[in-house]
């Protein structure tokens, strides 16, 4: 006891000391930005000193920079517009907006062949060319994926223009910054103008696009209808979560800053673009994943990797937010980085595995309900026994798969399951001895499925319950009885089954004639009733026997009573029979054939078997 409470006191005597030494760090470093305000002048001169060295000056850079840029983007432009016209299809236009970058650049780097020598110009150049060149491919990308978005709305443009100011303004900030790194531009003066001039202007545009389109944005988290509660708050927090994000992450980057450990530019501005993204991300994929659902062509393998795209989507943003926390928290307290990213590359495979099966599993779950006719809003007779099946196959699938890579993820950590599976195995038998209603529920489900006592969409009728059948769980099966209500009967209530959806159904129907009818007459009606039922598209394929006379069944107070049968498929019999009554009796009136009621007054006579 001594041992560990000695051990937990280092553990907090560390803690303290690695915040006392970020503390430490972070007020050293904000002396030092402070400090170099003080030392701008000197490197303004330094720097005009390093362009006269090359042999050039300020004005004529920034001039020839203009000249390149705009030679640059109009030789894009020209190339993207021609291209367009002939390339039609995702995957062409992405080869035609490569091919119109890499041809832009080609003209840039020969235009800036004349307007500078070798040396730093002709590289600061080079920069420019690349960095103009890749922001029309960002912008494009951007503005086809925002247009193309199937929860596109007319404001969708106005957000991708937006976002392309905001974008290209850090992009700008990037390729000036590089550009005073190349001249050896001194760390206060690139400090104060990346800050003042670049950062700040960015984050600003960010938050104000978010909350002058936080509508569009909404709109976007939320989806179509019909959608779940808690999807409908996040759409509604999700604009103040991204100001809330943006607000922490510019933060973040000026502390990491300030500790002497800048983060990537491109890294951040590419995490706040995913961020705002992700909602159109998400549902461009999972529109193409359910397009390809309803294409039998499709692979369950090819669908389910379209599915898990979406995962790798969150696990990409996961990441570049790690990327902009964990370095600095890492180099503050000492934390060996390359450790955390072994470890969140093991999490990151196992879930991303898992999530593929999870997706391969519900495909084919999803595959099997197509082929046996389930569809949302309408259930009909299954036509395969796998068909019944599939809902508790999928629950415990999924469950299994979750549960193994949970357990996956406490290895890859270095955790002992052992024991955790020991106790589980424990506490799950001693839910067993104290739930023995729920046990034999379960087991009493599980032999009657293994029966095939059920499917969905049977109609059947238990101890104290009938209807058809609409779910299958675990422990009970729901019935939904013709005229509404829902009754919930778990397994263990079953003491035996009827079911009425099985194979065939023989209807039979009875007439009370009067006694001096024509039974030949009535016979041969029967006869021409059920071929016209055979001609019937929409009811022949129910029918297995046609309807036919069987005669005189009874003679009851001086009346015949005639009946007719048909044998027919479960869930077609009462159509049939509709049809049959109608014909019946027109064919009646049409013949002069009286149909009497049965007597209500009077003794009954003995009925008489034909």
């Known amino acids: 006891m001594a041992e560990e409470t000695s051990s937990a006191a280092g553990d907090v005597t560390a803690i303290v000391s690695g915040v006392e030494q970020l503390i430490e760090r972070f007020v050293t470093g904000l002396e030092s930005r402070i400090g170099q305000l003080r030392t701008i002048g000197s490197e303004l001169d330094a720097l005009h000193a390093s362009f006269a060295a090359g042999g050039t000056s300020f004005a004529a850079l920034v001039l020839q920079i203009v000249l390149v840029v705009a030679v640059t983007s109009a030789a894009f432009l ?11 299809g995702a995957w062409r236009r992405l080869f035609a907006l490569l091919g119109a970058a890499f041809i832009a650049i080609v003209v840039g780097v020969v235009v800036q062949r004349f307007l500078a020598a070798e040396g730093l110009a002709i590289r600061t150049l080079r920069i420019w060319i690349v960095a103009t060149s890749f922001s029309w491919v960002v912008f494009e990308a951007l503005h086809a994926l925002l247009t ?66 936080r509508g569009t944005l909404a709109g976007a988290v939320a989806g179509s209808k019909p959608r779940a509660r808690w999807h409908g708050w996040l759409a509604r927090l999700w604009p103040a979560m991204i100001v809330g994000f943006l607000a922490v992450t510019f933060v973040t980057t000026q502390i990491a800053q300030t500790l002497g450990v800048g983060l990537p530019a491109g890294t951040v501005l590419l995490t706040v673009v995913i961020v705002f993204l992700i909602p159109h991300i998400d ?6 994943a359910n397009v390809a659902m309803e294409a039998t062509r499709v692979s369950v393998v090819g669908i389910a990797l379209q599915q898990t795209l979406r995962f790798g989507v969150l696990v990409v943003m996961v990441t570049m937010l790690g990327a902009i926390w964990a370095s600095p928290l890492a180099s503050g307290f000492g934390i060996d980085l390359h450790s955390i990213t072994t470890e969140a590359l093991h999490i990151g495979l196992i879930t991303t595995g898992a999530a593929f099966v999870w997706n391969l599993l519900g495909t084919v779950m999803a595959r099997i309900s197509q082929r046996d006719g389930q569809t949302a809003g309408h259930v009909v007779a299954p036509s395969s026994r796998l068909g019944t099946l599939v809902p508790l196959i999928g629950w415990v699938g999924k469950s299994s798969i979750a549960a193994l890579a949970f357990l996956s993820i406490l290895v890859s950590l270095g955790v002992n399951v052992w024991p955790l599976i ?42 104290g319950a009938k209807g058809t059948v609409e779910k299958i769980s675990v422990r009970s099966v729901t019935l939904r009885n013709p005229r509404g209500p829902v009754a ?46 055979l001609a019937d598209p929409e009811l022949a394929p129910g029918i297995i026997e046609t309807f036919k006379s069987q005669g005189i069944a009874n003679v009851e107070d001086g009346t015949l009573v005639v009946r007719g049968k048909f044998v027919a498929r479960p869930g077609d019999v009462s159509a049939i029979r509709r049809a049959v009554l109608k014909a019946v009796h027109q064919a009646f009136r049409d013949n002069g054939i009286r149909v009497v009621p049965k007597p209500l007054t009077g003794d009954p006579a003995p009925a008489v078997e034909a």
Not at 283 to 288: G, V
Not at 443 to 453: E, I, K, M, T
Request: net charge positive.
């Open 283 to 288: 549902a461009l994929i999972a529109n193409r």
């Open 78 to 88: 020209f190339c993207r517009r021609w291209f367009g016209r002939r390339h039609e």
């Open 148 to 213: 193309r978005s199937p929860l596109g709305s007319g404001r969708l443009g106005k957000l991708a223009r937006d976002l392309c100011v905001a974008i290209g303004w850090g992009l700008l900030g990037m390729a000036f910054m590089s550009t005073l790194r190349l001249w050896n531009a001194g760390s206060g003066l690139r400090d104060v103008l990346g800050t003042v001039l670049f950062v700040l202007p960015a984050f600003a545009l960010f938050i104000w696009i978010v909350w002058y389109h």
């Open 488 to 533: 919930t009967v778990p397994y263990g209530q079953i003491s035996k089954v009827v079911n009425f959806s099985r194979d065939w159904a023989i209807e039979k129907i009875a007439f009370r004639l009067a006694f001096d009818a024509d039974m030949e007459l009535v016979r041969k009606l029967f006869k021409k009733i059920g071929q016209d039922l």
């Open 422 to 463: 020991t106790g589980l195995s424990v506490f799950g038998l001693a839910i067993g001895f104290g739930s023995q209603t729920l046990v034999k529920d379960i087991v009493s489900g599980l032999f009657f499925l293994l029966d095939d006592a059920f499917r969905i969409g049977e109609y059947i009728e238990t101890s």
